[in-house]
């Protein structure tokens, strides 16, 4: 049963356009480091070859889908978890990230409009770890 205290909020969210971008930033910002070694040019040809093809495989832990009901957060990626309290959370503009007993997982700004993350964003914050 759920009172005005405890809402009841489901949302869906969409795929983000961010963990892309964050891997070619990672790309990016580590070739020209690469590069400056004092290596052969085929020893960094094949470490940035080895780059590219880990950064393809480097998946950020997205979240899927959140559910508040009775003061307990359900949360999906490829795995569902229930929290009762969160870990630690980090909010900085767009980006939040949630320590949960199965890793860190991350919530980016174009997955759903704020007014439906906002009582979970509440929830969060009445709930911290202090």
């Known amino acids: 049963m759920s009172s005005s205290w ?4 489901k949302v869906e969210l969409a795929p983000s ?3 892309r971008w964050l891997q070619w930033l990672a790309g990016l910002s580590v070739a020209p480091v690469v590069w400056l070694v004092a290596w052969p040019w085929w020893a960094k040809s094949l470490l940035l070859l080895a780059i590219v093809l ?3 495989g480097w998946r950020l832990p997205v979240i899927g889908m959140m559910e508040l009901r ?3 957060l359900t949360v999906s990626t490829h795995k569902v978890q229930v ?3 969160p870990g630690r ?4 503009g767009p980006w939040l990230a949630m320590q949960t007993p199965k890793g860190w997982l991350h919530l980016f700004e174009d997955q759903a409009p704020p007014e439906q993350l906002q009582p ?3 929830w969060l914050w009445v709930n911290r770890v202090r």
């Open 6 to 9: 405890s809402p009841t909020v």
């Open 17 to 19: 356009r961010y963990p």
């Open 54 to 56: 880990l950064l393809r």
């Open 70 to 72: 009775e003061s307990m």
């Open 83 to 85: 929290l009762e309290r």
């Open 89 to 92: 959370v980090i909010r900085l």
């Open 120 to 122: 979970i964003y509440q």
